[in-house]
């Protein structure tokens, strides 16, 4: 299977759920965004990292990457491999100059590996067609979607009532505004109906 290449974008603050955040990986070559919903621990770790903070004593990511060093262990890539039920799955290839290893991991934790080996991220065309969101450009259309449509009356996860032309129309709409955490519920609720 040919994979994809992934990188990372950025992070937004879930606004329904307290503490959690939505990390944003883009296709290097393409228009689809993965929004990853990951826990306030591990948005931590990755934002340290991508902002380059250097903290007075080792994380947990940093203290793996230095114990990596000392016994001459590299993560050459992450691949994030399986996306069941609203889970994303990702697996670590570790090579030591002779063997390389599997090493299953959450995609979360193998993001924040990634980016403090400096290796790239990966999935495959499955992935990003059952999860991913494709990014248009705007368009006169977008502006009449969004005015149209709003969160459903009765919350942020409950879609029933509206059709798939009208999810997919919400669903570019929250896109455009940046609102992943949105995307990625109306994406699922696309995603239990095909």
């Known amino acids: 299977m040919k994979k994809i290449r992934l990188e990372v974008i950025g992070m937004s603050y879930s606004q329904s759920q307290s503490g959690a955040y939505a ?3 883009e ?7 993965l ?8 948005a931590q770790a990755i934002a340290i990292e ?29 691949v994030i491999n399986k996306f069941s039920e609203g889970v994303f799955y990702a697996k670590l290839i570790c090579s030591n100059g002779e ?10 934790d193998a993001i924040a590996l990634a980016l403090r080996f400096n290796c790239p991220i990966y999935t495959y065309e499955g992935i990003m067609n059952a999860a991913g969101i494709l990014v248009e450009e705007e368009s006169e259309n977008s502006v009449t979607a969004d005015s149209k449509l709003e969160s459903p009356p009765t919350g942020l996860s409950d879609f029933s009532g ?16 940046e609102e992943y955490e949105k995307a990625s519920k109306i994406r699922d609720e696309i995603s239990k109906r095909k």
């Open 50 to 78: 991508l902002e380059k903070i250097k903290t007075p004593r080792p994380l947990t990511h940093d203290l793996f990457k230095t114990f990596a060093d000392v016994y001459h262990i590299t993560v050459t890539e992450v």
């Open 35 to 42: 929004p990853i919903i990951i826990g306030g621990f591990e």
């Open 23 to 25: 990390l944003i990986l």
């Open 27 to 33: 296709e290097r070559d393409g228009k689809r965004r």
């Open 99 to 108: 063997n390389e290893q599997e090493v299953d991991s959450r995609t979360s």
């Open 162 to 177: 509206l059709s798939l032309t009208e999810l997919r129309e919400l669903l570019q709409a929250s896109i455009e505004k």
